[in-house]
């Protein structure tokens, strides 16, 4: 079955940077859509960037713009988040996810069928 697994989260002070990355697994052919969502507690989960492949695309979150760089490797199959600038706000748990299944917001949670089980990031001031 489909398996999204995240790792790079980690605590970090404010102006640093973190690597996030995602690795899919259970599909035979790479996904187009890939995303990063992230969520603190009593929020709604938020989306922060998306990539497209083969055709690249990349849409970002206006909190991030900037700061944040979607990427994935050339299978396909891993999904990364360069996180620079990195603020306390951006104090989250992180989410990969895959598999878009409906045609609103690339940034909407709820387009997404499969998630991985998040990673945590904190950045201290």
């Known amino acids: 079955q489909v398996q999204l697994v995240e790792s790079g989260g980690g605590s970090v002070q404010a102006g640093g940077s973190l690597r996030l990355t995602c690795a899919a697994s259970?599909?035979?052919?790479?996904?187009?859509?890939m995303a990063w969502f992230r969520q603190t507690p009593g929020k709604e989960r938020e989306g922060v960037a998306v990539?497209?492949?083969?055709?690249?695309?990349?849409s970002y979150a206006d909190s991030v713009k900037g700061r944040f760089t979607a990427s994935r490797d050339t299978a396909g199959f891993t999904l990364y988040l360069q996180m620079n600038s990195l603020k306390p706000e951006d104090t989250a748990i992180y989410y990969c996810?895959?598999?878009?299944?409906?045609?609103?917001?690339?940034?909407?949670?709820?387009?997404?069928?499969?998630w991985g089980q998040g990673t945590q990031v904190t950045v201290s001031s």
């Open positions: 259970g599909m035979t052919y790479p996904p187009d859509w």
């Open positions: 996810a895959t598999y878009r299944i409906a045609r609103g917001s690339e940034l909407d949670p709820s387009e997404y069928q499969y």
């Open positions: 990539i497209r492949k083969p055709v690249v695309y990349t």
